[in-house]
Nanobody
């Protein structure tokens, strides 16, 4: 069983940066792939980025390519999402999720592939 807690959200202006953190407890964190998702009001929860068990493989949705960077530090059981050049359309609640993986470079990109979810952190980008 893995518990996830997101932090780092807030209110920023367009063009600013934020770094979200996803701290895990329980389980062997290096056995889990992690994804970042976001959900804007009235919209579905969509993938933002994903990272493999060993951090060697990453995935980015088109919305964040070139602006977002996902990374992890298994020693401190934390995954980060660095978000630069934020836009008003990035406004959403951001969630991290984890699932057990099969091999070091495994990651997942769909909500139904993930087992454990955090409570979310809100990001608001003003224009």
């Amino acid at each position: 069983q893995v518990q996830l807690v997101e932090s780092g959200g807030g209110l920023v202006q367009a063009g600013d940066s934020l770094r979200l953190s996803c701290a895990a407890s329980g389980g062997t964190f290096s056995n889990y792939a992690v994804g970042w998702f976001r959900q804007a009001p009235g919209k579905e929860r969509d993938i933002v980025a994903a990272i493999s068990l060993n951090g060697g493989s990453t995935y980015y949705a088109d919305s964040g390519k070139g602006r977002f960077t996902v990374s992890r530090d298994n020693a401190v059981k934390t995954v980060y999402l660095q978000m630069n050049s934020l836009k008003p359309e990035d406004t959403a609640v951001y969630y991290c999720a984890a699932r057990a993986g099969y091999f070091g470079t495994y990651y997942a990109t769909h909500t139904n592939q993930y087992t454990f979810w955090g409570q979310g952190t809100r990001v608001t980008v003003s224009s």
